[in-house]
């Protein structure tokens, strides 16, 4: 019968020595492990001296903010709550009217940009590069353009959401219906189909519910954005909402806060909840 | 020998097609219901969002003219000369455009060392405390939820105008946004290591350091460089309220109908976000050569 053998205690620095080879980094590493962070705080500092910003205005700047959170508690209507509430419908209303425009608007787009739909291949590369500048430029500045178009109001919001989902659900849908399988669509066009047929019983009923999807995706992250559109005058909460901290009615803001945090709540639940119905639980492709 | 379709019994066949007229009628009654519902929702958020046809039609030439506007008068003869007054400010611009990379860089650092923290106390399979992760998760929440233009707004009434309002208003957003990434990633690594060191007598700190951390920095690292991107557009905005970097020159063009600054800024802004995108996008793939292709 063997009995227990202890583990023998040896000097680590003895172990270290015997596996010297194993725990060696090669020099590139070694250069690395010290450059990196010191081009990161590197960067950092020089970045705080080119932004000119002072370390004085934190103190001052955090007291004012602790005395702001102060007067947030408790949140009041301030007798104003009717009109919270109609514009916080109103985001949602540009929310929803941005993002379906977008999504009528992206389908044909994304028809002619598919590399498996598109008639030609210059016509492809044209919508796809107009789809890449509509994205490029954000939804606020989009509000601010047509703000100066068709003039205040949420409805200059409804069209810079509508535009700058645009893009992007153009894309989405894009490449959606290229992933789509050919078979279908051949063996409609093959038994006598038109290429029109092709589209709307073999390549429409695959896609259909990949873009409800990402259309459901998208009205949720546009109740985010809808909420701050308002701040440039493109209509919703957001104007209440700059209108309170400018006049330093932080109870109101508090509210107005709260108010989105439930709107934002309620429409990832539901949609969350239709999008379940509808794909079930896949990754929407971002 | 020939083979043909099988024809069914009159009464088998008129079963089959009563049970498809059936399933034919239900779906289109689903379809119907659906479209009446969308239909009333675009009604009530039509009067809502205040949505006049009439306006827009008689705004549609308003609109293409005005990108008619914008566009910088460039002539064949002159083009040097067109651009150059096209860009008068093209130095000013640039360095307003650095200030803008520099904050993004600042939020996004900011935004890493607080959610690193923060996350592993978050993790499920790594919190050491149920209360405390609770709090964690419900702070990243709130932080991601508001959105950072609010955060800049209140921060520029509290710290003044300046880019040091626009770092804390997008290093806030990135912290939620990032702290729940990095959740998500701890609490997707393999469990042995952790046992491991975790039976070798290491604390909460160091299972961390030397577990969870080896597993998930190249993910982490790849989530902060996406962060990044995400954070140039935030900064190039954030001006609108005062806060800081190359938004403010924007909003005053857009606002004043400066029209040919504003297509060139445009145009600055969607190069230097197309470049950093350019550039990041080839270090993440350097970083997770497997992960997400396509």
Same mark, same amino acid.
């Given at each position: 019968?063997?009995?227990?053998?202890?583990?023998?205690?040896?000097?680590?620095?003895?172990?270290?020595?015997?596996?010297?080879a194993?725990?060696?980094?090669?020099?590139?590493?070694?250069?690395?492990?010290?450059?990196?962070?010191v081009?990161i705080?590197?960067l950092?500092?020089?970045?705080?001296?080119?932004?000119d910003?002072?370390?004085?205005?934190?103190?001052?700047?955090?007291?004012?903010?602790?005395?702001?959170?102060?007067?947030?508690?408790?949140?009041s209507?301030?007798?104003?709550?009717?009109?919270?509430?109609k514009?916080?419908?109103?985001?949602?209303?540009?929310?929803?009217?941005?993002?379906?425009?977008?999504?009528?608007?992206a389908?044909?787009?994304?028809?002619l940009?598919?590399?498996?739909?598109?008639p030609?291949?210059?016509?492809r590369?044209f919508?796809?590069?107009?789809?890449?500048?509509?994205?490029?430029?954000?939804?606020?500045?989009?509000?601010l353009?047509?703000?100066?178009?068709?003039?205040?109001?949420?409805?200059?919001?409804?069209?810079?959401i509508a535009?700058?989902?645009?893009?992007?659900?153009g894309?989405?849908?894009?490449?959606?219906?290229e992933?789509?399988r050919?078979?279908?669509?051949?063996?409609?066009?093959a038994?006598?189909?038109?290429?029109?047929?092709?589209?709307?019983?073999g390549?429409?009923?695959?896609?259909?519910?990949?873009?409800?999807?990402?259309?459901?995706?998208?009205?949720?992250?546009?109740?985010?954005?809808?909420?701050?559109?308002?701040?440039?005058?493109a209509?919703?909460?957001?104007?209440?909402?700059?209108?309170?901290?400018?006049?330093?009615?932080?109870?109101?803001?508090?509210?107005i806060?709260?108010l989105?945090?439930?709107?934002?709540?309620?429409?990832?639940?539901?949609?969350?909840?239709?999008?379940?119905?509808?794909?079930?639980?896949?990754?929407?492709?971002? | 020998?020939?083979?043909g379709?099988?024809?069914?019994?009159?009464?088998?066949?008129?079963e089959l097609?009563a049970?498809y007229?059936r399933?034919?009628?239900r779906?289109?009654?689903?379809s119907?219901?659906?479209?009446?519902?969308?239909?009333?929702?675009?009604?009530?958020?039509?009067r809502?969002?205040?949505v006049?046809l009439?306006?827009?039609?008689?705004?549609?030439s308003?609109?293409?003219?005005?990108?008619?506007?914008?566009?910088?008068?460039?002539?064949p003869?002159?083009?040097?000369?067109?651009?150059?007054d096209?860009?008068?400010?093209f130095?000013?611009?640039?360095?307003?455009?650095?200030d803008?990379?520099?904050?993004?860089?600042?939020?996004?650092?900011g935004?890493?060392?607080?959610?690193g923290?923060?996350?592993c106390?978050?993790?499920?399979n790594?919190?050491?405390?149920?209360?405390?992760?609770?709090?964690?998760?419900?702070w990243f929440?709130?932080?991601?939820?508001?959105?950072?233009?609010?955060?800049?707004?209140?921060?520029?009434?509290?710290?003044?105008?300046g880019?040091?309002?626009? #770092?804390l $208003?997008?290093g !806030?957003?990135? /912290?939620?946004?990032?702290?729940k990434?990095?959740? +998500?990633? *701890?609490?997707? @690594?393999?469990m042995?290591p952790?046992?491991g060191?975790?039976?070798?007598?290491a604390?909460?700190?160091d299972?961390v350091?030397?577990a969870a951390?080896?597993?998930?920095?190249?993910?982490?690292?790849?989530?902060?460089?996406?962060?990044?991107?995400?954070? #140039?557009? $935030?900064?190039? !905005?954030?001006? /609108?309220?005062?806060?800081g970097g190359?938004?403010? +020159?924007? *909003?005053v063009? @857009?606002?004043?109908?400066?029209?040919?600054?504003?297509?060139?800024?445009?145009?600055l802004?969607?190069?230097?976000?197309?470049?950093?995108?350019?550039?990041?996008?080839?270090?993440r793939?350097?970083?997770?050569?497997?992960?997400?292709v396509?």
């Amino acid at each position: 019968m063997k009995g227990r053998s202890a583990i023998a205690v040896e000097d680590p620095m003895v172990v270290l020595a015997r596996h010297e080879a194993l725990l060696a980094r090669p020099i590139s590493r070694r250069i690395g492990d010290i450059g990196l962070p010191v081009a990161i705080v590197g960067l950092s500092i020089f970045s705080v001296w080119w932004l000119d910003i002072s370390f004085a205005q934190i103190g001052p700047g955090l007291s004012q903010l602790a005395k702001f959170i102060g007067l947030m508690i408790p949140p009041s209507t301030g007798g104003h709550l009717q009109l919270f509430l109609k514009a916080m419908g109103e985001t949602l209303a540009i929310a929803f009217l941005g993002t379906l425009s977008a999504a009528v608007v992206a389908v044909p787009l994304a028809l002619l940009a598919a590399e498996n739909t598109s008639p030609h291949g210059v016509i492809r590369s044209f919508v796809r590069r107009v789809l890449d500048v509509i994205r490029g430029i954000d939804t606020l500045i989009w509000a601010l353009v047509f703000v100066g178009v068709v003039g205040l109001g949420p409805f200059a919001g409804v069209m810079a959401i509508a535009v700058s989902d645009t893009g992007g659900l153009g894309k989405l849908f894009s490449e959606a219906i290229e992933a789509t399988r050919a078979r279908e669509r051949e063996t409609i066009v093959a038994s006598g189909g038109t290429s029109w047929m092709g589209i709307r019983f073999g390549l429409l009923p695959q896609v259909l519910p990949i873009i409800a999807g990402q259309i459901l995706y998208f009205f949720e992250s546009n109740t985010r954005s809808a909420t701050i559109i308002g701040i440039v005058g493109a209509g919703g909460i957001g104007l209440q909402l700059s209108e309170q901290i400018r006049t330093y009615d932080f109870d109101q803001v508090a509210l107005i806060v709260l108010l989105i945090l439930i709107a934002v709540a309620a429409i990832d639940w539901i949609s969350g909840k239709l999008r379940f119905a509808i794909i079930g639980r896949r990754p929407i492709a971002t | 020998m020939a083979t043909g379709l099988p024809v069914l019994p009159e009464q088998r066949l008129a079963e089959l097609m009563a049970g498809y007229g059936r399933d034919v009628a239900r779906r289109r009654r689903n379809s119907l219901i659906g479209f009446v519902v969308v239909v009333a929702l675009i009604w009530l958020a039509g009067r809502f969002g205040e949505v006049e046809l009439g306006k827009l039609l008689h705004h549609l030439s308003g609109l293409t003219s005005y990108f008619g506007r914008i566009m910088p008068r460039l002539r064949p003869d002159h083009l040097t000369d067109d651009i150059a007054d096209w860009y008068w400010n093209f130095f000013g611009w640039l360095k307003l455009l650095f200030d803008t990379i520099l904050i993004a860089y600042l939020a996004t650092l900011g935004g890493t060392i607080g959610a690193g923290l923060l996350a592993c106390l978050a993790a499920d399979n790594l919190a050491p405390s149920r209360t405390l992760r609770w709090l964690v998760k419900r702070w990243f929440e709130f932080c991601r939820t508001v959105p950072d233009l609010v955060f800049a707004l209140l921060f520029v009434s509290a710290f003044g105008l300046g880019p040091l309002a626009g #770092v804390l $208003a997008i290093g !806030i957003h990135t /912290f939620g946004t990032l702290g729940k990434m990095y959740t +998500e990633a *701890f609490e997707s @690594i393999d469990m042995n290591p952790v046992e491991g060191v975790r039976s070798a007598g290491a604390r909460f700190a160091d299972t961390v350091r030397f577990a969870a951390l080896p597993q998930v920095l190249p993910n982490l690292a790849s989530y902060t460089l996406l962060r990044f991107e995400i954070n #140039v557009r $935030a900064s190039s !905005i954030v001006g /609108f309220v005062g806060a800081g970097g190359i938004g403010q +020159e924007l *909003f005053v063009a @857009i606002r004043k109908f400066y029209y040919t600054d504003v297509s060139a800024i445009l145009l600055l802004i969607i190069i230097a976000v197309s470049i950093t995108d350019v550039l990041t996008e080839r270090v993440r793939h350097h970083l997770s050569p497997v992960e997400k292709v396509g």
